[in-house]
Nanobody
Framework: QVQLVESGGGLVQPGGSLRLSCTAS????????VGWHRQAPGKQREWVAV??????NYRASVRGRFTISADNAKNTVYLQMNNLQPEDTGVYYC?????WGQGIQVTVSS
């Protein structure tokens, strides 16, 4: 059974930073690509970043502020988010293949 568990969310002021973590069981991140998606209140879910092997890609609005990385030994993927803005607020999901985590809240507000 595949399980993805996110952690690291919370409330931060504009310009602040958070690091999200996603730890998997039942699946190897070294083999499967991993992505982060998010859903803001009242909006559709959107893709944020992805890592496949050592190749990364980002949606334009987060490029240069967010960094996705992986620790294959820990089967964990991270999303370092810097210079957070109110429009980054939402529930962030870790995704690998057809498997989704439960989501974690990120709120950027003064």
């Amino acid at each position: 059974q595949v399980q993805l568990v996110e952690s690291g969310g919370g409330l931060v002021q504009p310009g602040g930073s958070l690091r999200l973590s996603c730890t998997a069981s039942g699946i190897s991140f070294a083999i499967s690509g991993v992505g982060w998606h998010r859903q803001a209140p009242g909006k559709q879910r959107e893709w944020v970043a992805v890592i496949i092997s050592s190749t990364t890609n980002y949606r334009a609005s987060v490029r240069g502020r967010f960094t996705i990385s992986a620790d294959n030994a820990k089967n964990t993927v991270y999303l370092q988010m810097n210079n957070l803005q109110p429009e980054d607020t939402g529930v962030y999901y870790c995704v690998s293949g057809q498997n989704w985590g439960q989501g974690i809240q990120v709120t950027v507000s003064s």
